[in-house]
Every structure is written in C-alpha cells, then in structure tokens.
C-alpha cells in the first residue's frame, strides 16, 4: 500500500482533530471551545470539514476560529468521505476523530494520548461518551454485530448477564463495563482517536455508506492489522446525540439499513443468515418499542419522553424489515 499520508514527512503535532459538520453551528462553535479550553498541554491541528452547511458554520469558523484549517464541500459527502478529505493534511502522530455535537470534559484528550503513549500495541482508543439529555446507559463501544450479540443486546440479556461471554451483547453497558480500560471490538467515530502508524497500515475510512457502519468496518480492519483497540472510561465526551441527523427524518433509519449491509459484507452472509439477521433486529427493536410504550404509561414523569422513545424504536423496527 502506498503512504498514505505525504511520504517521508514527520508528525509536528501531538494530536489532529478532525469535525466533520453539517449544518450544526451553534454546537460546533461549542465543540471547538471545548477542544481549546481543554487542550491547552497538547500542541493541536485542528480541521473542520463543512460538509456544505447552509447554516452559516463555515463563516463561522472563519471569523471566530481563525487557527483552525477549513475545508468547505459544496454538498453533504457524508462521514466517511469527508474525513478521508482531512486524513492526509494531519501532522500529528495521533489523529481524533470528533463529532461537533461534542464537548469534551476536562482533560480527556490528554488521557487518551498519554494512554496510546503507554500502551505501544493500542491501536485506537475511544472516551466514555454521555449523552446528558438521555436516560439510556450503553457506551459508545462493544463487539462486532452478529445475530447472537445483537440478540443478547436487544432483548436485554446482555444487561442480566453482563459478565457472561456467552450474553455478550453489541454495546457495552454504563456501570458494568466501565470501570477500567477494556479492550473492545469496536469504538464509535464520535470521538475516536488513532495512530497515525495505524492509519498509513490499514488505510483510510471506506465510503460504502454515508454515515453509521464506516467506524465498524475501520476497527474491524484495525484488529485485523494486530492493533488492540481500547474504550478508556477515564476520559469522558459528552455527546448531544445525532444533532446533524435530526434535520432530516430520511436519515433518520440510516443506521438501521448501514448496521444490515456492515453485517452481510463482514461476515458474507447467505441469504437466509441475512433474512435471520433481520429479523432478530427487527424483533429486539419492536421489543424495545412496546417495552418504552408501556413505560410511558406507567410513568409519572417523562411520560413524553418515553412515548417518542417508542415511536422511534418502531419505526427502527420497520426500517430493519426493509430490503436494503
């Protein structure tokens, strides 16, 4: 494989950070704060892809952010294709990837880096996300998507086994598995850090889908290339969840649709494996869809909350059930 990044050139920084946004002004502004303010022991390149924001972003970081590099896309190219824009003008030996609906808490950046500095067979490393506006204790890490993993996570048994490889489920949960480094199967791009060595061995995202499945497939080839791949609860991103997502309900399934092709692609699924594989997810969503509707009938507070929480897990139950 060819270099990757410029050959023979050198990292000159600790860390490159990579926001791709769309249309999340306000929040990226934040975002962007949150990474000066918490940074200030490490020597930073910070680019933000505008992946063509009608929202005035990218005058934004102009006039308020002028050390940050800017690239501006004229249309929406999605995660992947917009990071892999940014990829090779990084300098550093450590490369984030950062969603702008982030902010980071305190000195998390500095304690994922010490952490690859310290643990040279750490490939990539992934902070304890929070989502500060939900009731719901997954983490933003966990094992690769299979019929049994998705099954166990869905229909809870992963949360009445925790400790039980046999229940291991498709996210980690909060409380259990987030009291010491774990090594994990898979880290979200929310807020991911990689080895620059890592990325010039494995290559750059793969751009099949346009949001969702890319960070799996990365880690997967990441692990595949002898790199451990490490969630650090220690440092802590607190993430307002799918704030670019949101704008467009047509989005708003796309993980469902990225989740099924990632899985039929990783594991060459026939066609019945992948009809099963379907079907269980479909079965786990419509399940947690009646679960937050009884909830909210229950519920003396929240009850709001519980019902839009079924109202989306129903339509996730429908999205699964649809040929991809």
């Known amino acids: 494989m060819a270099p ?3 050959e023979g050139s050198q990292p000159v920084t600790d860390l490159s950070i990579i926001v791709v946004s769309w249309n999340t002004k306000d929040l990226l502004a934040d ?3 949150s990474v000066i303010a918490n940074s200030r022991d490490l020597s930073l390149q910070i680019i933000v892809v505008d992946n063509g924001s009608a929202d005035g972003s990218a005058a934004m970081v102009r006039s308020k952010f002028s050390n940050v590099q800017l690239i501006e896309n004229q249309a929406n190219l999605g995660f992947a ?5 940014a990829l090779p003008l990084c300098t550093a030996e450590y490369v984030l990837l950062l969603n702008p609906d982030t902010r980071i808490i305190g000195q998390a950046l500095s304690i994922l880096a010490e952490f690859l500095r310290e643990h040279p067979q750490v490939g990539a490393v992934g902070p304890k996300v929070v989502h500060p506006l939900s009731r719901f204790r997954t983490l933003s890490c966990g094992h690769q998507p299979t019929i049994r993993t998705v099954f166990n996570h869905y229909f809870f048994l992963s949360r009445l086994f925790p400790e039980s490889p046999a229940f291991r489920g498709y996210q980690l949960l909060m409380g259990v598995h987030d009291r010491e480094p774990r090594a994990v199967e898979w880290l979200s791009g929310v807020c991911l850090m990689v080895r620059r060595q890592v990325i010039e061995q494995v290559g750059p995202l793969r751009e099949d889908w346009f949001m969702y499945a890319e960070d799996l497939e990365w880690c997967e080839r990441i692990s595949a290339g002898g790199w451990e791949l490490v969630h650090v609860p220690a440092a802590i991103v607190e993430h307002h969840q799918g704030a670019s997502v949101q704008q467009n309900e047509a989005v708003h399934t796309m993980w469902v649709q990225s989740l099924k092709q990632y899985f039929v692609m990783r594991t060459q699924a026939t066609h019945l494996q992948s009809l099963v594989f379907s079907m269980v997810l479909s079965m ?4 947690r869809a009646v679960l937050y509707w009884g909830q909210g009938l229950v ?3 929240d009850r709001r909350m519980w019902q839009a929480e079924s109202r989306r897990f129903w339509a996730y139950a429908l999205a ?3 040929r991809s």
């Open 4 to 6: 990757y990044f410029v």
């Open 31 to 33: 975002c962007l704060n």
């Open 81 to 85: 294709a917009a990071n892999n824009l």
């Open 284 to 287: 786990g969503l419509l399940f």
């Open 299 to 301: 519920a003396r507070q």
């Open 320 to 322: 699964a059930l649809q």
